[in-house]
Nanobody, 125 residues
Framework: VQLQASGGGLVQAGGSLRLSCAAS????????MGWFRQTPGKARDFVAAMTWGGPSTYYADSVKGRFTISRDNAKKTVYLQMNSLKPEDTAVYYC???????????????????WGQGTLVTVSS
């Protein structure tokens, strides 16, 4: 599975952006698709995830009520709609795919097998 993230950019605080992550190759064994973010010198943090074949969604507390993860299976694309953006949301955002096989914690970075290249989101105050 190859992942291509896009949609980052510069936005003012309170604004919105929608990130996209397009998957290529076979997605038949994808369990979760997730979004993580990272700022310089810090660990990569979980943002949101969803099951590829079901309705379950998961969010970090810091983005609940502001961000929404969704997918289009036909397009093999997962989206992250980000509203009410804050300067602290500034980061490089990565999408990732977790493959089937037992119980997986959707919020744990180590569970994910494939990663996109990252897209920069900058929120100005």
């Amino acid at each position: 599975v190859q992942l291509q993230a896009s949609g980052g950019g510069l936005v003012q605080a309170g604004g919105s952006l929608r990130l996209s992550c397009a998957a290529s190759g076979s997605t038949s064994r994808v369990h979760h698709m997730g979004w993580f973010r990272q700022t310089p010198g810090k660990a990569r943090d979980f943002v949101a995830a969803m099951t590829w074949g079901g309705p379950s969604t998961y969010y970090a507390d810091s983005v609940k009520g502001r961000f929404t993860i969704s997918r289009d299976n036909a397009k093999k694309t997962v989206y992250l709609q980000m509203n009410s953006l804050k300067p602290e949301d500034t980061a490089v955002y990565y999408c990732a795919a977790d493959m089937l096989g037992g119980y997986h914690d959707p919020g744990a970075m180590y569970e994910y097998d494939y990663w996109g290249q990252g897209t920069l989101v900058t929120v100005s105050s």
